[in-house]
């Protein structure tokens, strides 16, 4: 049984940094690509970065050069490191492993960017 639990999130000021972490068990996690959705409330879920079973990166514009993805396969675990955060960043994020044609989903944490 495949299972992806998300961690991490909490309530910060805007300016601020948190760091996600999403530990994947049940699946080989090294051939997969994986990637974090970020969904506010009464959007759609949208992807915000990709970490690639070899290591490629890739992030939406709106986190460029603030949010940075990584993996560690020995812990089956791929970080969301989120910095100078903003309000529009808040909402719930979601880690997906992705190797086709499977995907699996984790739960989601919440993040909330406020003062």
């Known amino acids: 049984q495949v299972q992806l639990v998300e961690s991490g999130g909490g309530l910060v000021q805007p300016g601020g940094s948190l760091r996600l972490s999403c530990v994947a068990s049940g699946l080989i996690f090294s051939v997969y690509n994986m990637h974090w959705y970020h969904q506010s409330p009464g959007n759609q879920r949208e992807l915000v970065a990709t970490?690639?079973?070899?290591?490629?990166?890739w992030y939406a514009g709106s986190v460029q050069g603030r949010f940075t993805v990584s993996r560690d396969n020995a812990a089956n675990t791929v970080y969301l490191q989120m910095n100078n955060l903003k309000p529009e960043d808040t909402g719930e994020y979601y880690c997906k492993a992705e190797y086709s044609p499977y995907n699996y989903w984790g739960q989601g944490t919440q993040v909330t960017v406020s003062s």
């Open positions: 970490i690639t079973n070899d290591r490629g990166t």
